[in-house]
């Protein structure tokens, strides 16, 4: 069945723009978690949803970064102002019923900001 | 706070020599403790878990034990193949909250 895709796969911004990530979880699946991978690093948690609500925003590094779920399914997150230290892969992963399942990993969103 | 150490990379090794990739956390309570993997140009892929003291993780011939009293979980292969060429995330989540915490990755090259 298909995994968890996120798209753009790549993005380049220039500095101060803002930009829109998107995340399809696995069909069905309650909880959502927003990852952050600076490069050579191991990924950093930003925020968790379980359905539409927004439990755990503790990781997002400041009041630029906003993220969604309206529907309880798709997600967006979106960075505002983008600056040249946003640049990193961020990583949406998505589990079936309580955060303590296993989480799957999206293939990230590649984002460049010149 | 909570952390996961791994040894830095890169690993290289031959094929069929043994592995052996260390991890240490500090955490409260009891985690949960995982070994995630990244093959190039793919999306992190869990590769196995532990939940209790003692446990056993294993897959695809990879291996890790839960050490509470040293804190560890080190993964372990007795041979190891071009195909294993990756990078490897040792990680826990604690039962405090829902987000796992990551170590900043191993990156093992594997040569014929």
């Known amino acids: 069945g298909a995994g968890v895709s996120q798209s753009p796969r790549y993005k380049v911004a220039k500095r101060g723009q803002d930009v829109a990530l998107r995340c399809d979880p696995i069909?069905?699946?309650?909880?959502l978690f927003w990852y952050q991978q600076a490069l050579g690093q191991g990924p950093e948690f930003l925020t968790y949803?379980?359905?539409?609500?927004?439990?755990?925003k503790s990781g997002l590094p400041s009041d630029r970064f906003f993220a969604e779920r309206p529907e309880g399914s798709v997600s967006t997150l979106k960075i505002q102002r983008t600056q040249q230290e946003d640049s990193a892969v961020y990583l949406c992963?998505?589990?079936?019923?309580?955060?303590?399942?296993?989480?799957?990993f999206g293939p990230g969103t590649r984002l460049l900001v010149l | 706070g909570d952390s996961v150490t791994q040894m830095e990379g890169p690993v290289t090794l031959s094929e069929e020599a043994f592995l052996t990739i260390n991890c240490t956390y500090t955490?409260?309570?009891?985690?949960?403790l995982f070994w995630y993997v990244q093959y190039p140009g793919e999306g992190l892929q869990l590769l196995l878990k532990?939940?209790?003291?003692?446990d056993k993780g294993s897959n695809k011939g990879f291996e890790a034990t839960y050490r509470k009293e040293t804190t560890s979980f080190h993964l372990e292969k007795g041979s190891v193949q071009v195909s294993d060429s990756a990078v490897y995330f040792c990680?826990?989540?604690?039962?405090?909250?829902?987000?796992?915490?990551f170590g900043k990755g191993t990156r093992l090259h594997i040569l014929p």
């Open positions: 992963a998505s589990s079936s019923s309580t955060p303590k399942e296993t989480q799957y």
């Open positions: 069909s069905g699946h309650v909880s």
């Open positions: 532990a939940t209790k003291a003692d």
């Open positions: 990680a826990l989540r604690t039962n405090r909250d829902d987000k796992i915490i």
């Open positions: 955490a409260t309570g009891y985690p949960s």
């Open positions: 949803f379980q359905n539409e609500a927004q439990l755990d």
